[in-house]
């Protein structure tokens, strides 16, 4: 199961936005309204921040927005703030109690 | 609360095995499945596998497959992580993560801590 494809990184002033996309195939992405998103801070865990493609768990800004058209995601962050700059990941259920997540995209609040 | 503590960080040798723990707790421990997931070094995530605490059934991902095994231990509310064959390209934070699949979901919230497991000779 290869990786999920996304950009190696991104960025935008305070107030702005950024949008991440997550492209996988027909098996996975394109198959199943399963996409996961995480965002990662160094050094700690990974916190779920979108799950099946558009749902935010309670606690979460509603700043994060995730969307999906075909075989790709997205991850959108509006209001861009100091606190979002972190590592960012999707996960797509891909069949047979099997997943896989994206490459990462480093996001820089400038 | 919702808590997954895992073990303290390991050293191993290429060649040997480790086993890396994940304790749950605040939660009914057979409602929600348990996923590894590692990452090494300044890489990104990888999905390891899955294991049922109700059914003690697993499955893992294919590049793993044969090397790895997830166990479970009701009585404590354990989960388990056992990767034999060591290679250098093991070394990585092991996560453990609960699963939402008894509920229809199949996302990862939360996760443990992590665990580093560095292989070197």
């Known amino acids: 199961q290869s990786a999920l494809t996304q950009p190696p990184s991104a960025s935008g002033s305070p107030g702005q936005s950024v949008t991440i996309s997550c492209t996988g195939t027909s098996s996975d992405v394109g198959g199943y309204n399963y996409v996961s998103w995480y965002q990662q801070h160094p050094g700690k865990a990974p916190n779920l921040i979108i799950y099946e493609v558009t749902k935010r768990p309670s606690g979460v800004p509603d700043r994060f927005s995730g969307s999906k058209s075909g075989n790709t995601a997205s991850l959108t962050v509006s209001g861009l703030q100091a606190e979002d700059e972190a590592d960012y990941y999707c996960s797509s259920y891909a069949g047979s109690n099997n997943y896989v997540f994206g490459s990462g995209t480093k996001v820089t609040v400038l | 609360q919702v808590q997954l503590v895992q073990s303290g960080a390991e050293v191993r040798k290429p060649g040997t095995s480790v086993r890396v723990s994940c304790k749950a707790s605040?939660?009914?421990?057979?409602?929600?499945?348990i996923h590894w997931v590692r990452q090494a070094p300044g890489q990104g995530l990888e999905w390891m596998g899955v294991i049922n605490p109700s059914a003690a059934a697993a499955a893992y991902a294919q590049n793993l497959q044969g090397r790895v095994t997830m166990t479970r231990e009701t009585s404590t509310g354990t989960v388990y992580m056992e990767l034999n064959s060591l290679k250098s390209e093991d070394t990585a934070v092991y996560y453990c993560a609960r699963g939402w699949e008894l509920f229809g979901g199949k996302w990862f919230d939360p996760w443990g801590q992590g665990t580093l497991v560095t292989v070197s000779s």
């Open positions: 605040g939660y009914t421990f057979t409602s929600y499945y």
